[in-house]
């Protein structure tokens, strides 16, 4: 009795709450043209101010979740070309235009709030309507009455769920014209039996703790066909839900469609059950209070909401208690599937219910089924030659998609893929192997090497001597230490001296040294010497300086393919020699003194080159050995960067610097400030190594 009972009330009720019958439809020829809209700023408010031409019947109502304002121009078609207007002020978010494509149209003005607040319906001058918004958000909407005879106001009206035993009763409300006789619904079903389901696009009542009746079929239509006006911008696509398809103005023209967005849902597979860990719902809104109905009837309620042809399978039963406010419907169908152990399938326009193990077991035959056809039918052989790719390369990858019969050889002498399987599971390895045979991209990758070395040297050094001496005491330096480089001729000196004692015309005589700390090799020097028989001294200054600057570029060249490693190494090979054991001969060996740049280009999918970069230099150093075998000096620098094509990147860093400054002295005397130079010996000496690379990649379109 309840199934049959809303198959019949459903449709009565839809055209008693829009307040028409079928059949009472009529078509205007003339209509009136929306020209512009203005968003006026105020001290007192927002007012916006519709300009037309022809005349118009504005009516006004208000909608909640979102709060917005809705201003229906009914025989009214749009001439503007705007659609939007952003006010972000005094609780408005913007304003909205919109036409249906209905005979004859209406035109909507939909104001977006972000509060409730009051409003007031004003004439204008010139065939102009004023909108008029109080920022008050704890103000009762108001709407005044127009002063002249074409623009009349309706009031806000509300909508409660009522049961299906209560007549509706109209609200008050002043119209632009007569609201026709509404017909009460038949009160044959109990109270606690069924609720009336209403959709969530109807107006929410004033006072949550009375029961408001059933609005006038004027505001009622307004609120139904608003909804499809609040949609994203440029979309005035109605809602195809049943009650949204018959307006007071053509009720014979629209069908019932389902309410549901069938374009996403064919996306789903007829064998796949439906369990997304965050599902989203496109489904009307809708308020249901149900309290133990059979599980069969709510589907019946799916089916009149939706307009989806349901099927159930016959282990669907039991009974349902639910309490849902403005829920998508389609969710309120999940949250019952999910609370009886039940699933859906939807193909096409057919929504199947039944029992997950159902499901299961029917996956897992067709799932049975079809590895037994496998299983049955012929393998057969096909070979696919490659161009680019070995075949040895993608044995293994083929193998991750053939069935259990199949097997996948490799001919590397023809550079070929046997692949043997049944005819269902051919055609996907072959497809596989097209995309994997494809020519790989290459990079040229061009370096520049500069290895940059600079040195620098100084040497100062002094020697000093001197004697005195009478015929019985004589003062002088130490013959250990050296002698002065300069002889004195025709002297009888008293002093310290070497050589004969009695210096001739050709033979001179030379004073032991007091510090002998000259330059190791002079490039300069200066001599001082002061002689007498019985007083000497000899002061030498030596000198020396080297600069020196070495530069090697070195600029090699390689072209390698995408993800394969690049090598470029230049250098020598330094022979060790091991030295001889158990009385064998020493052996030799060669070790590698190169310099070495490895490159593994990558190229992304954005035509930029991700580079896989390590460099090393090594160089032998025969001033250092150890049992005769130089040390090796390395230098290494890893690296990954990303480089645009044709772009160059610097790699350096690899710098050694070398300082070193060896000062001798005599003892206490060279500690003296500036007299000390005389008595010291300095050595400085600055050497520095740079290694820089230069890498240039360039794809080379093959």
């Known amino acids: 009795m309840r199934k049959q009972l809303l198959v019949v009330l ?323 169908l999940d949250i019952v599937l999910k609370n009886n152990d039940l699933a859906r399938q939807l193909d096409g326009n057919v929504l199947r219910i039944a029992t997950v193990d159902t499901l299961r077991h029917e996956a897992e035959s067709r799932r049975a089924q079809h590895d037994a056809e496998a299983l049955a039918v012929d393998k057969i052989t096909f070979t696919r030659f490659l161009s680019y790719a070995h075949s040895k390369d993608l044995v293994i990858t083929c193998k991750k998609f053939i069935s259990s019969r199949g097997d996948v050889i490799a001919d590397e002498r023809t550079n070929a893929i046997i692949v043997t399987d049944v005819p269902s599971v051919v055609p996907a390895i072959d497809k596989l192997l097209t995309q994997l045979d494809r020519k790989t991209q290459q990079v040229e990758i061009e370096a520049r090497v500069v290895a940059a070395t600079r040195s620098f040297a100084r040497d100062l050094g002094t020697q000093l001597g001197f004697g005195w001496g009478n015929n019985t005491t004589s003062v002088g330096g130490a013959g250990a230490v050296g002698t002065t480089p300069t002889a004195t001729f025709g002297l009888t000196p008293h002093y310290p001296i070497i050589g004969t004692s009695v210096p001739t015309a050709t033979t001179g005589v030379q004073i032991p040294l007091f510090s002998n700390l000259g330059s190791t090799s002079p490039t300069s020097g200066l001599n001082f010497t002061s002689a007498s028989n019985n007083v000497r001294l000899d002061a030498i200054l030596t000198m020396a300086e080297s600069r020196g600057l070495v530069k090697i570029l070195s600029r090699p060249r390689v072209v390698t393919q995408n993800n394969i490693q690049a090598l470029v190494r230049q250098g020598v090979r330094v022979p060790i020699v091991t030295q001889a054991q158990l009385g064998g001969p020493p052996t030799v060996t060669y070790v590698d003194a190169f310099l070495r740049l490895t490159v593994v280009p990558q190229i992304t999918s954005e035509g930029t080159i991700f580079l896989n970069v390590d460099v090393e230099n090594t160089t032998p150093d025969f001033g250092q050995s150890i049992q005769g075998n130089p040390t090796l000096i390395t230098q290494q620098a890893t690296t990954q960067v990303l480089v645009t094509d044709g772009g160059t990147v610097v790699i350096g860093g690899v710098i050694q610097t070398n300082n070193s400054v060896q000062v001798s002295q005599v003892p206490l005397l060279g500690n003296i400030p500036y007299l000390g130079n005389l008595f010291k010996h300095t050595q400085v000496s600055t050497t520095n190594q740079e290694l820089i690379f230069f890498i240039t990649p360039r794809i080379i379109q093959t």
């Not at 017909?183 to 389901?197: I, L, N, Q, R």
């Not at 069908?255 to 860990?277: D, G, R």
């Not at 159930?312 to 406010?325: A, E, H, R, W, Y």
Request: glycine content about 4%; some cysteine.
């Open 10 to 332: 459903l449709p009565l009720l839809v055209l008693s709450a829009i307040g028409e019958t079928p059949g009472a439809a009529t078509d205007t020829t003339k209509h009136a043209t929306l020209q512009k809209v203005d968003v006026i700023r105020g001290n007192d408010g927002i007012s916006v101010e519709i300009t037309s031409r022809g005349q118009i019947t504005p009516t006004v109502s208000t909608l909640e979740s979102p709060t917005r304002v809705v201003v229906s121009l009914p025989n009214t078609v749009a001439a503007t070309a705007q659609n939007h207007l952003s006010v972000d002020s005094n609780g408005v978010k913007g304003v909205r235009i919109g036409t249906d494509g209905r005979m004859p149209p209406t035109t909507r003005v939909v104001i977006d709030l972000l509060n409730a607040c009051s409003y007031e319906l004003l004439p204008g001058t010139d065939g102009k309507v004023i909108v008029k918004l109080h920022p008050a958000a704890n103000s009762a909407k108001t709407a005044q009455p127009a002063t002249s005879a074409p623009h009349a106001v309706i009031a806000p009206v509300s909508m409660h769920r009522t049961a299906l035993t209560q007549p509706a009763v109209p609200t008050p409300a002043t119209v632009s014209a007569p609201a026709p006789e509404q017909k009460p619904a038949p009160s044959t079903a109990s109270a606690h039996d069924f609720v009336f389901v209403e959709p969530a696009y109807q107006t929410k009542p004033a006072s949550q703790g009375s029961d408001a009746a059933v609005t006038a079929p004027p505001a009622r239509v307004v609120e139904a066909a608003a909804k499809f006006v609040d949609k994203p911008e440029g979309s005035l696509l109605p809602v195809p839900s049943a009650a949204m398809q018959q307006t007071s103005q053509a009720p014979n023209t629209t069908t019932m469609q389902p309410a549901v967005n069938l374009a996403a849902e064919q996306k789903i597979q007829s064998t796949q059950i439906v369990s997304s860990p965050e599902p989203k719902y496109t489904g009307e809104p809708i308020s249901v209070n149900l309290k133990d109905v059979d599980l069969k009837d709510f589907f019946r309620l799916i089916h009149e909401i939706s307009g989806l042809n349901v099927v159930l399978d016959p282990n669907v039963k039991g009974s349902l208690t639910i309490v849902l406010d403005d829920v998508p419907w389609d969710q309120a």
